[in-house]
Protein backbone atom coordinates (compact mmCIF):
# COMPACT_ATOMS: atom_id res chain seq x y z
CA UNK A 1 0.00 0.00 0.00
CA UNK A 2 2.81 2.37 0.93
CA UNK A 3 4.54 2.29 -2.95
CA UNK A 4 0.89 2.06 -4.46
CA UNK A 5 0.05 5.48 -2.55
CA UNK A 6 3.09 6.58 -2.93
CA UNK A 7 2.82 6.47 -6.57
CA UNK A 8 -0.34 7.48 -6.99
CA UNK A 9 0.42 10.87 -5.32
CA UNK A 10 3.69 11.47 -7.37
CA UNK A 11 1.20 10.39 -10.67
CA UNK A 12 -1.34 12.62 -9.33
CA UNK A 13 2.08 16.22 -9.28
CA UNK A 14 3.00 14.74 -12.61
CA UNK A 15 -0.34 14.61 -13.97
CA UNK A 16 -1.23 18.08 -12.75
CA UNK A 17 1.08 19.91 -14.77
CA UNK A 18 1.26 17.64 -17.83
CA UNK A 19 1.10 20.20 -21.07
CA UNK A 20 0.36 23.45 -18.91
CA UNK A 21 2.98 25.75 -18.52
CA UNK A 22 1.05 28.17 -15.94
CA UNK A 23 0.83 24.48 -13.73
CA UNK A 24 4.69 23.55 -14.44
CA UNK A 25 5.63 27.30 -13.21
CA UNK A 26 3.38 27.85 -9.90
CA UNK A 27 5.03 23.75 -9.37
CA UNK A 28 8.35 25.56 -9.40
CA UNK A 29 7.40 28.45 -7.44
CA UNK A 30 6.14 25.86 -4.41
CA UNK A 31 8.85 24.29 -4.79
CA UNK A 32 11.14 27.37 -3.98
CA UNK A 33 9.24 28.40 -1.86
CA UNK A 34 9.33 25.30 0.53
CA UNK A 35 12.83 25.28 0.19
CA UNK A 36 13.42 28.90 1.28
CA UNK A 37 11.27 27.42 4.48
CA UNK A 38 13.10 24.52 5.12
CA UNK A 39 16.09 26.28 4.35
CA UNK A 40 15.32 28.97 6.86
CA UNK A 41 13.68 26.97 9.56
CA UNK A 42 16.59 24.82 9.61
CA UNK A 43 19.27 27.30 10.41
CA UNK A 44 17.02 29.54 12.66
CA UNK A 45 16.50 25.83 14.74
CA UNK A 46 20.44 25.22 14.34
CA UNK A 47 21.53 28.26 15.94
CA UNK A 48 19.38 28.21 19.16
CA UNK A 49 22.59 26.64 19.74
CA UNK A 50 23.94 29.99 20.67
CA UNK A 51 21.40 30.77 22.85
CA UNK A 52 21.52 29.70 26.57
CA UNK A 53 19.86 26.09 27.07
CA UNK A 54 16.72 27.84 28.68
CA UNK A 55 16.20 29.99 25.93
CA UNK A 56 16.77 27.53 23.71
CA UNK A 57 14.44 24.77 24.81
CA UNK A 58 11.84 27.29 25.45
CA UNK A 59 11.55 28.83 21.54
CA UNK A 60 12.01 25.01 20.49
CA UNK A 61 8.59 24.22 22.60
CA UNK A 62 7.33 27.27 20.91
CA UNK A 63 8.52 26.36 17.48
CA UNK A 64 7.27 22.51 17.59
CA UNK A 65 3.86 23.38 18.87
CA UNK A 66 3.48 26.00 16.10
CA UNK A 67 4.33 23.08 13.98
CA UNK A 68 1.54 21.27 15.25
CA UNK A 69 -1.03 23.52 14.93
CA UNK A 70 0.66 24.34 11.23
CA UNK A 71 -0.56 20.48 10.51
CA UNK A 72 -3.74 20.64 12.58
CA UNK A 73 -5.20 24.09 10.26
CA UNK A 74 -2.95 24.22 7.29
CA UNK A 75 -4.70 20.99 5.86
CA UNK A 76 -8.42 21.75 6.20
CA UNK A 77 -7.86 24.87 3.72
CA UNK A 78 -6.09 22.98 1.10
CA UNK A 79 -9.34 20.31 1.66
CA UNK A 80 -10.51 19.65 -2.08
CA UNK A 81 -7.62 20.70 -3.80
CA UNK A 82 -5.54 17.35 -2.79
CA UNK A 83 -7.55 14.31 -3.43
CA UNK A 84 -5.66 12.61 -0.73
CA UNK A 85 -7.00 14.53 2.04
CA UNK A 86 -11.14 13.44 1.26
CA UNK A 87 -11.49 9.90 1.86
CA UNK A 88 -14.99 10.16 -0.21
CA UNK A 89 -12.50 10.39 -3.08
CA UNK A 90 -11.02 7.15 -2.10
CA UNK A 91 -13.99 5.31 -0.71
CA UNK A 92 -14.58 2.93 -3.92
CA UNK A 93 -11.22 1.31 -3.37
CA UNK A 94 -10.85 -2.67 -2.83
CA UNK A 95 -8.82 -1.78 0.59
CA UNK A 96 -9.40 -2.68 4.05
CA UNK A 97 -9.44 0.65 6.26
CA UNK A 98 -6.11 -0.21 7.62
CA UNK A 99 -5.06 -0.58 4.67
CA UNK A 100 -6.35 2.42 2.95
CA UNK A 101 -4.98 4.59 6.31
CA UNK A 102 -1.61 3.04 5.32
CA UNK A 103 -1.42 4.12 1.99
CA UNK A 104 -2.90 8.06 3.36
CA UNK A 105 -0.17 8.69 5.59
CA UNK A 106 2.11 7.42 3.17
CA UNK A 107 0.66 9.91 0.37
CA UNK A 108 0.77 12.70 3.07
CA UNK A 109 4.21 12.63 3.40
CA UNK A 110 5.38 12.47 0.08
CA UNK A 111 5.65 15.83 -1.15
CA UNK A 112 7.97 19.04 -0.86
CA UNK A 113 6.37 20.73 2.06
CA UNK A 114 5.89 17.75 4.13
CA UNK A 115 9.55 17.24 3.12
CA UNK A 116 9.97 20.90 4.28
CA UNK A 117 8.48 20.50 7.55
CA UNK A 118 10.56 17.25 8.55
CA UNK A 119 13.88 19.69 7.60
CA UNK A 120 12.81 21.97 10.15
CA UNK A 121 11.72 19.65 12.65
CA UNK A 122 14.82 18.32 12.06
CA UNK A 123 16.98 21.68 13.14
CA UNK A 124 16.01 21.17 16.73
CA UNK A 125 18.90 18.56 16.74
CA UNK A 126 21.52 21.22 15.93
CA UNK A 127 20.19 23.36 18.40
CA UNK A 128 18.96 21.92 21.55
CA UNK A 129 20.66 18.56 21.72
CA UNK A 130 23.61 19.07 24.57
CA UNK A 131 25.08 15.56 24.80
CA UNK A 132 25.12 12.33 23.43
CA UNK A 133 21.89 11.57 25.36
CA UNK A 134 19.96 14.38 23.94
CA UNK A 135 21.31 13.73 19.82
CA UNK A 136 19.81 9.88 20.88
CA UNK A 137 16.29 10.80 22.09
CA UNK A 138 16.50 13.68 19.34
CA UNK A 139 16.29 11.75 17.02
CA UNK A 140 13.57 9.70 18.05
CA UNK A 141 11.72 13.20 19.08
CA UNK A 142 12.05 14.56 15.76
CA UNK A 143 10.13 11.00 13.98
CA UNK A 144 8.07 11.19 17.07
CA UNK A 145 6.88 14.81 16.35
CA UNK A 146 6.60 14.22 12.69
CA UNK A 147 4.09 11.59 12.68
CA UNK A 148 1.84 13.49 15.22
CA UNK A 149 1.67 16.50 13.16
CA UNK A 150 1.21 13.86 10.26
CA UNK A 151 -1.50 11.66 12.34
CA UNK A 152 -3.17 14.52 13.98
CA UNK A 153 -3.39 15.92 10.25
CA UNK A 154 -5.37 13.14 9.24
CA UNK A 155 -7.70 12.60 12.18
CA UNK A 156 -8.84 16.40 11.55
CA UNK A 157 -9.40 16.24 8.05
CA UNK A 158 -11.17 12.92 8.20
CA UNK A 159 -13.50 13.64 11.26
CA UNK A 160 -14.98 16.79 9.72
CA UNK A 161 -14.72 15.66 5.56
CA UNK A 162 -18.57 15.56 5.62
CA UNK A 163 -19.03 19.13 7.22
CA UNK A 164 -16.05 20.68 4.77
CA UNK A 165 -18.08 19.32 1.96
CA UNK A 166 -21.10 21.22 2.76
CA UNK A 167 -21.25 25.14 2.77
CA UNK A 168 -22.15 25.95 6.17
CA UNK A 169 -19.20 23.77 7.06
CA UNK A 170 -17.41 25.94 4.96
CA UNK A 171 -18.74 29.24 6.42
CA UNK A 172 -17.52 28.06 9.70
CA UNK A 173 -14.39 27.25 8.63
CA UNK A 174 -13.53 30.57 7.12
CA UNK A 175 -14.97 32.40 10.41
CA UNK A 176 -13.28 30.02 12.88
CA UNK A 177 -9.47 30.52 10.51
CA UNK A 178 -10.33 34.27 10.90
CA UNK A 179 -10.84 34.68 14.70
CA UNK A 180 -7.33 32.64 14.65
CA UNK A 181 -5.42 34.89 12.84
CA UNK A 182 -7.01 37.84 14.84
CA UNK A 183 -5.86 36.40 17.42
CA UNK A 184 -2.65 35.78 16.23
CA UNK A 185 -2.30 39.19 16.28
CA UNK A 186 -2.58 39.65 20.05
CA UNK A 187 0.98 39.99 20.98
CA UNK A 188 1.54 42.84 18.27
CA UNK A 189 -1.44 44.28 19.56
CA UNK A 190 -0.13 43.81 23.25
CA UNK A 191 3.63 45.49 21.82
CA UNK A 192 1.86 48.41 20.51
CA UNK A 193 -0.28 49.16 23.43
CA UNK A 194 2.99 49.22 25.81
CA UNK A 195 1.97 46.19 27.84
CA UNK A 196 5.32 44.20 27.38
CA UNK A 197 7.73 43.51 29.73
CA UNK A 198 10.98 41.29 29.65
CA UNK A 199 10.52 39.60 25.96
CA UNK A 200 12.50 36.20 27.58
CA UNK A 201 10.62 36.15 30.33
CA UNK A 202 7.25 36.33 28.26
CA UNK A 203 8.87 33.73 26.13
CA UNK A 204 9.39 31.24 29.13
CA UNK A 205 5.88 32.18 30.54
CA UNK A 206 4.42 30.98 27.37
CA UNK A 207 6.80 27.77 27.36
CA UNK A 208 6.11 26.88 30.46
CA UNK A 209 2.37 26.31 29.61
CA UNK A 210 2.92 24.25 26.22
CA UNK A 211 5.67 22.52 27.73
CA UNK A 212 3.20 20.18 28.75
CA UNK A 213 1.80 19.69 25.45
CA UNK A 214 2.50 17.06 23.04
CA UNK A 215 4.72 18.78 20.90
CA UNK A 216 6.47 20.08 24.31
CA UNK A 217 7.33 16.65 25.58
CA UNK A 218 9.26 16.29 22.02
CA UNK A 219 11.34 19.73 22.33
CA UNK A 220 12.10 19.18 25.61
CA UNK A 221 12.99 15.24 25.21
CA UNK A 222 15.93 16.56 23.42
CA UNK A 223 17.02 19.86 25.45
CA UNK A 224 16.13 16.96 28.33
CA UNK A 225 18.51 14.20 26.78
CA UNK A 226 17.90 12.29 30.12
CA UNK A 227 15.40 9.86 31.92
CA UNK A 228 12.37 12.53 32.17
CA UNK A 229 12.62 12.93 28.05
CA UNK A 230 12.56 9.25 27.68
CA UNK A 231 9.60 9.06 29.61
CA UNK A 232 7.93 11.65 27.72
CA UNK A 233 8.99 10.03 24.28
CA UNK A 234 7.43 7.24 25.78
CA UNK A 235 4.17 9.14 26.61
CA UNK A 236 4.37 10.75 23.23
CA UNK A 237 4.67 7.44 21.17
CA UNK A 238 1.69 6.14 22.71
CA UNK A 239 -0.51 8.72 21.79
CA UNK A 240 0.28 8.82 18.49
CA UNK A 241 -0.45 5.38 18.28
CA UNK A 242 -3.84 6.55 20.03
CA UNK A 243 -4.81 9.18 17.64
CA UNK A 244 -4.00 6.73 14.68
CA UNK A 245 -6.45 4.07 16.06
CA UNK A 246 -8.73 7.02 16.27
CA UNK A 247 -8.10 7.62 12.74
CA UNK A 248 -8.99 4.57 11.37
CA UNK A 249 -12.05 5.13 13.24
CA UNK A 250 -12.83 8.04 11.78
CA UNK A 251 -11.58 6.69 8.21
CA UNK A 252 -13.83 3.95 8.92
CA UNK A 253 -17.17 5.89 9.56
CA UNK A 254 -16.47 8.23 7.07
CA UNK A 255 -16.14 5.92 4.03
CA UNK A 256 -20.24 4.85 4.84
CA UNK A 257 -21.54 8.09 6.14
CA UNK A 258 -24.12 10.05 3.61
CA UNK A 259 -22.83 12.90 2.02
CA UNK A 260 -24.79 15.80 3.53
CA UNK A 261 -23.25 17.92 0.37
CA UNK A 262 -25.17 16.04 -1.77
CA UNK A 263 -28.84 16.59 -0.07
CA UNK A 264 -31.10 19.32 -2.21
CA UNK A 265 -31.17 22.58 -0.88
CA UNK A 266 -34.58 25.10 -0.50
CA UNK A 267 -34.34 27.56 -3.24
CA UNK A 268 -35.87 31.12 -2.44
CA UNK A 269 -37.55 33.97 -4.27
CA UNK A 270 -35.36 36.78 -3.99
CA UNK A 271 -37.04 40.33 -5.05
CA UNK A 272 -35.52 43.59 -3.23
CA UNK A 273 -34.89 46.78 -3.62
CA UNK A 274 -32.60 46.34 -6.36
CA UNK A 275 -35.18 44.85 -8.64
CA UNK A 276 -37.35 48.33 -8.46
CA UNK A 277 -34.29 50.82 -9.01
CA UNK A 278 -32.21 49.51 -12.10
CA UNK A 279 -33.76 48.65 -15.06
CA UNK A 280 -33.90 45.40 -16.86
CA UNK A 281 -30.80 44.42 -18.67
CA UNK A 282 -27.67 42.95 -18.57
CA UNK A 283 -26.78 45.36 -16.07
CA UNK A 284 -29.20 44.35 -13.22
CA UNK A 285 -29.17 40.70 -14.33
CA UNK A 286 -24.86 41.09 -13.37
CA UNK A 287 -25.42 42.79 -9.96
CA UNK A 288 -28.22 40.88 -8.89
CA UNK A 289 -25.87 37.63 -9.39
CA UNK A 290 -22.48 39.18 -7.93
CA UNK A 291 -25.17 39.89 -4.78
CA UNK A 292 -25.89 36.17 -4.66
CA UNK A 293 -22.54 35.08 -5.20
CA UNK A 294 -21.56 37.26 -2.07
CA UNK A 295 -24.70 36.11 0.03
CA UNK A 296 -24.18 32.10 -0.76
CA UNK A 297 -20.38 31.67 -1.37
CA UNK A 298 -18.31 31.25 1.09
CA UNK A 299 -15.08 32.62 -0.70
CA UNK A 300 -16.43 35.85 -1.26
CA UNK A 301 -17.14 36.07 2.65
CA UNK A 302 -14.15 35.28 3.78
CA UNK A 303 -12.44 37.74 1.49
CA UNK A 304 -15.09 40.53 3.03
CA UNK A 305 -14.64 38.92 6.77
CA UNK A 306 -10.46 39.29 6.22
CA UNK A 307 -10.79 43.12 5.16
CA UNK A 308 -12.63 44.61 7.71
CA UNK A 309 -10.86 41.89 10.19
CA UNK A 310 -7.81 43.40 8.70
CA UNK A 311 -8.53 46.96 8.65
CA UNK A 312 -10.06 47.19 12.32
CA UNK A 313 -6.14 45.25 13.43
CA UNK A 314 -4.91 48.08 11.42
CA UNK A 315 -6.91 51.27 13.09
CA UNK A 316 -6.30 49.49 16.67
CA UNK A 317 -2.73 48.77 16.18
CA UNK A 318 -2.05 52.21 14.60
CA UNK A 319 -4.01 54.23 18.00
CA UNK A 320 -2.38 52.00 20.58
CA UNK A 321 1.29 53.06 18.91
CA UNK A 322 0.92 56.83 20.23
CA UNK A 323 -0.02 57.38 15.88
CA UNK A 324 -4.16 57.00 16.68
CA UNK A 325 -4.55 61.49 16.45
CA UNK A 326 -5.85 63.29 13.36
CA UNK A 327 -7.45 62.31 10.47
CA UNK A 328 -4.42 59.90 9.54
CA UNK A 329 -5.45 57.32 11.71
CA UNK A 330 -8.72 57.00 10.07
CA UNK A 331 -7.91 57.84 6.57
CA UNK A 332 -4.78 54.88 6.46
CA UNK A 333 -7.02 51.97 7.49
CA UNK A 334 -9.89 52.77 5.29
CA UNK A 335 -7.71 53.08 2.35
CA UNK A 336 -6.20 49.41 3.11
CA UNK A 337 -9.76 47.82 3.23
CA UNK A 338 -10.23 49.57 0.32
CA UNK A 339 -7.42 48.06 -1.44
CA UNK A 340 -8.02 44.76 0.02
CA UNK A 341 -11.58 44.51 -1.45
CA UNK A 342 -10.22 46.27 -4.55
CA UNK A 343 -7.94 43.12 -5.10
CA UNK A 344 -10.48 41.11 -4.46
CA UNK A 345 -11.81 42.00 -7.96
CA UNK A 346 -8.45 41.40 -9.97
CA UNK A 347 -9.73 38.14 -11.87
CA UNK A 348 -13.90 38.57 -11.95
CA UNK A 349 -14.72 36.06 -14.24
CA UNK A 350 -13.17 33.08 -12.16
CA UNK A 351 -15.95 32.60 -10.05
CA UNK A 352 -18.16 31.95 -13.38
CA UNK A 353 -15.82 28.94 -14.39
CA UNK A 354 -16.85 26.97 -17.83
CA UNK A 355 -20.56 28.80 -17.46
CA UNK A 356 -19.19 32.13 -19.07
CA UNK A 357 -18.79 30.48 -22.19
CA UNK A 358 -22.96 31.59 -22.35
CA UNK A 359 -21.69 35.11 -22.12
CA UNK A 360 -18.92 34.55 -24.67
CA UNK A 361 -21.40 33.54 -27.44
CA UNK A 362 -24.13 36.11 -26.95
CA UNK A 363 -22.21 39.06 -26.11
CA UNK A 364 -21.86 40.62 -30.08
CA UNK A 365 -19.41 43.48 -29.49
CA UNK A 366 -17.10 45.22 -26.72
CA UNK A 367 -19.93 47.00 -25.08
CA UNK A 368 -21.04 43.74 -23.92
CA UNK A 369 -18.58 42.93 -21.98
CA UNK A 370 -17.57 46.43 -20.98
CA UNK A 371 -21.56 46.43 -19.70
CA UNK A 372 -20.99 42.86 -18.12
CA UNK A 373 -18.42 43.88 -15.83
CA UNK A 374 -19.76 47.32 -15.11
CA UNK A 375 -22.29 44.96 -13.59
CA UNK A 376 -19.90 43.15 -11.27
CA UNK A 377 -18.55 46.40 -10.38
CA UNK A 378 -21.62 48.21 -9.23
CA UNK A 379 -22.82 44.76 -7.33
CA UNK A 380 -18.94 45.66 -5.48
CA UNK A 381 -19.50 48.90 -4.87
CA UNK A 382 -22.93 48.11 -3.20
CA UNK A 383 -21.22 46.21 -0.34
CA UNK A 384 -18.21 48.33 -0.11
CA UNK A 385 -19.88 51.59 -0.10
CA UNK A 386 -21.13 50.85 3.08
CA UNK A 387 -18.20 48.65 4.80
CA UNK A 388 -15.70 51.22 3.82
CA UNK A 389 -17.81 54.06 5.60
CA UNK A 390 -18.26 51.63 8.60
CA UNK A 391 -14.57 51.14 8.78
CA UNK A 392 -13.70 54.92 9.03
CA UNK A 393 -15.92 55.59 11.94
CA UNK A 394 -14.45 52.56 13.18
CA UNK A 395 -10.57 54.02 12.66
CA UNK A 396 -12.31 57.80 13.79
CA UNK A 397 -13.90 55.45 17.12
CA UNK A 398 -10.24 54.17 17.34
CA UNK A 399 -7.86 57.61 16.95
CA UNK A 400 -10.93 60.08 18.25
CA UNK A 401 -11.08 62.07 16.10
CA UNK A 402 -14.76 62.71 13.94
CA UNK A 403 -13.18 65.07 11.47
CA UNK A 404 -11.40 62.28 9.72
CA UNK A 405 -14.46 60.47 8.98
CA UNK A 406 -15.57 61.89 6.06
CA UNK A 407 -12.41 62.64 4.05
CA UNK A 408 -11.52 58.50 4.81
CA UNK A 409 -15.11 57.37 2.90
CA UNK A 410 -14.23 59.89 0.18
CA UNK A 411 -10.48 58.53 -0.34
CA UNK A 412 -11.33 54.99 0.40
CA UNK A 413 -14.26 55.46 -2.34
CA UNK A 414 -11.45 56.35 -4.53
CA UNK A 415 -8.91 53.65 -3.93
CA UNK A 416 -11.55 51.09 -4.54
CA UNK A 417 -12.47 52.70 -7.61
CA UNK A 418 -8.56 52.63 -8.62
CA UNK A 419 -8.88 49.08 -7.70
CA UNK A 420 -12.04 47.79 -9.92
CA UNK A 421 -10.15 49.32 -12.91
CA UNK A 422 -7.08 47.68 -12.30
CA UNK A 423 -9.09 44.65 -11.37
CA UNK A 424 -10.70 44.41 -15.21
CA UNK A 425 -7.53 44.95 -16.74
CA UNK A 426 -6.09 41.99 -14.61
CA UNK A 427 -9.00 40.05 -15.14
CA UNK A 428 -8.49 39.66 -19.01
CA UNK A 429 -4.82 39.52 -18.33
CA UNK A 430 -3.87 37.35 -16.29
CA UNK A 431 -6.89 34.79 -15.59
CA UNK A 432 -7.08 31.78 -13.81
CA UNK A 433 -9.59 28.87 -12.55
CA UNK A 434 -11.00 29.06 -9.02
CA UNK A 435 -12.68 25.59 -8.01
CA UNK A 436 -15.22 24.59 -7.66
CA UNK A 437 -17.14 23.02 -4.37
CA UNK A 438 -14.08 23.67 -2.28
CA UNK A 439 -13.41 25.51 1.09
CA UNK A 440 -13.57 28.81 1.61
CA UNK A 441 -9.71 29.22 1.12
CA UNK A 442 -8.77 27.98 -2.44
CA UNK A 443 -7.78 31.06 -4.89
CA UNK A 444 -6.98 29.01 -7.84
CA UNK A 445 -6.87 25.47 -9.08
CA UNK A 446 -4.00 22.99 -8.32
CA UNK A 447 -0.89 24.47 -10.55
CA UNK A 448 -2.51 27.87 -10.77
CA UNK A 449 -1.10 29.42 -7.69
CA UNK A 450 1.58 30.96 -8.72
CA UNK A 451 -0.63 32.80 -11.45
CA UNK A 452 -3.26 33.74 -8.98
CA UNK A 453 -0.52 35.43 -6.50
CA UNK A 454 1.15 37.06 -9.92
CA UNK A 455 -2.38 38.92 -10.15
CA UNK A 456 -2.92 39.51 -7.04
CA UNK A 457 0.40 41.10 -6.08
CA UNK A 458 0.42 42.90 -9.16
CA UNK A 459 -3.06 44.46 -8.79
CA UNK A 460 -2.20 45.61 -5.12
CA UNK A 461 0.84 47.86 -6.60
CA UNK A 462 -0.43 48.96 -9.54
CA UNK A 463 -3.43 50.07 -7.50
CA UNK A 464 -1.49 51.34 -4.77
CA UNK A 465 0.58 53.40 -7.09
CA UNK A 466 -2.27 54.97 -9.28
CA UNK A 467 -3.95 55.85 -6.01
CA UNK A 468 -0.93 57.72 -4.93
CA UNK A 469 -1.58 61.09 -5.78
CA UNK A 470 -4.66 61.53 -3.66
CA UNK A 471 -4.11 59.47 -1.23
CA UNK A 472 -0.58 60.51 -0.17
CA UNK A 473 -1.62 64.24 0.24
CA UNK A 474 -4.51 63.82 2.15
CA UNK A 475 -2.38 61.33 4.81
CA UNK A 476 -0.38 64.19 4.82
CA UNK A 477 -2.83 66.91 6.16
CA UNK A 478 -3.81 68.35 2.98
CA UNK A 479 -7.93 66.59 3.83
CA UNK A 480 -9.27 68.59 0.92
CA UNK A 481 -7.83 66.86 -2.05
CA UNK A 482 -10.68 63.95 -0.96
CA UNK A 483 -13.01 65.73 -2.67
CA UNK A 484 -10.65 64.77 -5.94
CA UNK A 485 -10.41 61.03 -4.95
CA UNK A 486 -14.02 59.68 -5.81
CA UNK A 487 -14.13 61.44 -9.03
CA UNK A 488 -10.48 60.09 -9.91
CA UNK A 489 -11.44 56.56 -8.70
CA UNK A 490 -14.95 56.29 -11.17
CA UNK A 491 -12.74 57.79 -13.80
CA UNK A 492 -10.28 55.31 -13.45
CA UNK A 493 -12.72 52.43 -13.14
CA UNK A 494 -14.55 53.63 -15.96
CA UNK A 495 -11.39 54.11 -18.04
CA UNK A 496 -10.23 50.14 -16.69
CA UNK A 497 -13.55 48.80 -17.57
CA UNK A 498 -13.26 50.21 -21.57
CA UNK A 499 -9.92 49.04 -21.95
CA UNK A 500 -10.66 45.39 -20.35
CA UNK A 501 -13.68 45.13 -22.96
CA UNK A 502 -11.56 46.13 -25.70
CA UNK A 503 -8.41 43.76 -24.68
CA UNK A 504 -10.76 40.89 -23.19
CA UNK A 505 -13.43 41.03 -25.97
CA UNK A 506 -11.38 39.08 -28.57
CA UNK A 507 -9.98 37.39 -26.20
CA UNK A 508 -13.11 35.54 -25.13
CA UNK A 509 -11.96 32.15 -26.35
CA UNK A 510 -8.75 32.31 -24.19
CA UNK A 511 -10.19 33.48 -21.45
CA UNK A 512 -13.03 30.90 -21.38
CA UNK A 513 -10.34 28.38 -21.44
CA UNK A 514 -8.44 29.97 -18.46
CA UNK A 515 -11.26 29.73 -16.29
CA UNK A 516 -12.14 26.62 -17.33
CA UNK A 517 -9.02 24.28 -15.88
CA UNK A 518 -9.84 21.28 -14.58
CA UNK A 519 -9.48 21.02 -10.61
Same mark, same amino acid.
Given at each position: MVGLFVALKLRLISGGMRGDTQRVLGFVFSCLAALVVAGGGFLLLSLLRLASPQVAADVGVIAFTGLLVFWATVPLLAFGVDDTLDPAKLALFPLRTRQLATGMFAASVTGIWPAASFLVTAGALLGLARGIGGVLLGIVAVLLQFALCIVASRLITTALSGLL &???? %??? $??? @??? /??? !? #??AQL?????? &???? %??? $??? @??? /??? !? #??????????????? %????????????????????????????????????????????????LLDRILPDGRVAAVVAKELKYARRDPRGRVGWFASIAVTGVLAFSISGQGQGSGPGAAIGPACVGALMIGIQQCNIFGIDGRSLWMNAVVYGDSRDLRGDVAGRHLGVAIIAAPVLIALSVLGAVFSGGFEGVLPAVLTAWGVLGVGLGVGALTSMLVPYTVPDRLNAFTGAAPGQG????????GAMIVTALIAL?????????????????????????????????????PRLPELLAAVSKPT
Open positions: &RSRR %GRD $LLA @VGV /IVV !V #LMPNLIVN &RGLT %GDP $LAM @VHS /IAS !V #LRWTPSGWAAHAISD %GGLVGLAELVALAALVLALGWLWVRALSRALVTTDASTQAASVRRSSGGVAFVASFPVVLPVLLGVTWMSVVALPYGLALSWAGRVLASRIGY
